[in-house]
């Protein structure tokens, strides 16, 4: 139940976040033209690039803090001060990383139109401070989700966006230099971030939170050698997010990269959607495992993943019927091979969206070593195989199609190393979590067919024609999807908030 509120809560606040995050592309695409939106896009990226560090340590303390709560007189404040200074130190590294390499690549292979190189680097800058402070956010960001406190997160996550968005609708009142104005406000969201968690945790939690240094080198090495091993994937998750930009701008230019930047802004917001049920599930995934309710963790996990894929086939098809329509609804005029980009990206999305609960499941039961080397090793390779499609004259949607195949592989490869490493009966895990979706897609997919069919021109015809595709995916992911107590459980809420709303009319 608490899980089911918490995952309330979170899609509460990613519907807002999103509705704002839309709105604020239409305007900054608007506002900043193709070329600027692209040279923001693959400048970000480039300092992402160095941020698998950060998305090491993220997964790093979020998996400690979880585990040292479901232990019997765990100890908070010392893996909190274990993991701080771990990410104060992942920042300065990460800042020496990102100056030097970084710098390198702005100045001699950013494919970026003449005169505006000094942009290039001024957007660069302001990006490098931005995820150094980041970096140092992630514990206390971290404690909110260990102890659940998701509304606290949504009221601060919302609040940010808004202001966001007043930033952005604020840019055009301004004259001169739009893009260095923009890196510089969306700046100032970070920082408030920053400031917002670090004066709550003291309020909420100030004996976990105070310092407390722990000085034996031993009490960091098992952090790190998780962490360690969470680089490895990391950096496979750069590979396919981060370097495709770098590498379309290297064959394409900017413009392709403003196409490319539509395709993951669209994949960014679904999968805040799909993720989000193992943002809610975590802690209890791994809380199960700490306390050894094995059985427990696995049924959560393989529960997590079938409403993961169920939720993203309905955005997909929901979606895909009219991409190119609600992508002019949204944008207004596209660049060239948005809507290809798009597709693939959603593509994606699906395949992705087959991970859920997997991953914490494995984060949980803390034995990562294979897992982390198998899979880092086949998405790092995904982007050299990327390189020689481009290189033989590939269309820029290549190296989206190669992280396709390649998510197969890898998610493969992790239900033989569950079934050996962990002990889990994968068969019995694919088919309680994949029976279910692969019967929904089959159902949908005939639907698009027959929508196809249809050929609908008018604007007013195709907004319906989308309503009707979400009713009715809705409606077989209910009656297809889920399971007879989910589906009680579903008419009950519905019956009680029925009831609600009688009761207030009355």
Not at 462 to 481: D, E, I, T
Request: charged share 15%.
């Amino acid at each position: 139940m608490k899980i089911a509120k918490n995952t309330v809560i979170v899609y509460f606040r990613i519907f807002v976040t999103i509705i704002v995050g839309l709105v604020c592309a239409r305007i900054v695409l608007n506002t900043l033209g193709f070329d600027d939106y692209g040279l923001y896009n693959v400048v970000g990226s480039t300092v992402a690039m160095f941020g698998f560090i950060s998305a090491a340590l993220i997964g790093t303390t979020q998996r400690f803090i979880n585990y040292e709560m479901g232990k019997p007189g765990g100890d908070l404040c010392r893996i909190f001060n274990i993991c701080n200074v771990l990410h104060i130190l992942c920042a300065i590294v990460l800042f020496i990383l990102i100056e030097i390499l970084g710098t390198i690549y702005i100045n001699n292979y950013l494919n970026v139109i003449p005169g505006k190189e000094s942009d290039a680097m001024f957007v660069f800058q302001v990006s490098t401070i931005v995820a150094c402070v980041g970096v140092m956010n992630v514990p206390y960001q971290s404690l909110f989700v260990a102890y659940e406190k998701f509304s606290a997160v949504a009221i601060i996550d919302i609040s940010l966006y808004l202001l966001k968005l007043a930033l952005v609708l604020g840019m055009l009142l301004f004259k001169g230099n739009l893009l260095r104005i923009y890196a510089v406000f969306m700046s100032v969201s970070t920082f408030l971030s920053f400031a917002i968690y670090h004066i709550l945790c003291k309020r909420y939690w100030p004996d976990v939170v105070r310092w407390k240094p722990v000085r034996k080198a031993s009490e960091y090495r098992e952090v790190m050698s998780f962490g360690g091993y969470n680089i490895l994937a990391s950096i496979s998750g750069v590979a396919r997010s981060q370097g495709s930009p770098i590498l379309v701008n290297y064959f394409f230019g900017t413009t392709a990269n403003a196409a490319y930047g539509v395709g993951n802004s669209l994949f960014s917001y679904i999968q805040k959607i799909v993720s989000n049920f193992d943002y809610a599930a975590a802690p209890r995934i791994t809380s199960d495992i700490s306390a050894g309710n094995k059985d427990s963790s696995v049924k959560l996990a393989r529960t997590v993943c079938r409403m993961s894929v169920l939720v993203m086939l309905i955005l997909f098809f929901t979606l895909y019927v009219e991409l190119e329509f609600l992508l002019r609804l949204w944008l207004g005029d596209l660049p060239d091979g948005a809507v290809t980009f798009c597709r693939w990206m959603m593509v994606i999305g699906i395949v992705s969206s087959t991970s859920g609960g997997v991953g914490q499941f494995i984060s949980g039961y803390g034995k990562v070593k294979w897992f982390m080397i198998v899979s880092s090793f086949l998405f790092v390779m995904a982007l050299p195989i990327g390189y020689f499609i481009y290189k033989a004259g590939g269309p820029p949607v290549s190296v989206l199609v190669v992280y396709v195949i390649v998510d197969i592989i890898v998610r493969l490869v992790h239900f033989v190393l569950l079934r050996k490493i962990a002990g889990i009966d994968s068969l019995e895990f694919i088919k309680g979590a994949y029976t279910r979706p692969a019967l929904v897609a089959l159902i949908l997919l005939t639907i698009t067919f027959l929508y196809g069919k249809l050929g609908i021109a008018t604007a007013i015809g195709r907004l319906c024609g989308v309503a009707v595709m979400l009713m009715l995916s809705c409606a077989v992911v209910f009656l297809v999807g889920l399971r007879k107590e989910e589906k009680q459980r579903v008419l009950e809420i519905i019956s009680a908030k029925m009831r609600g709303k009688r009761h207030d009319a009355n």
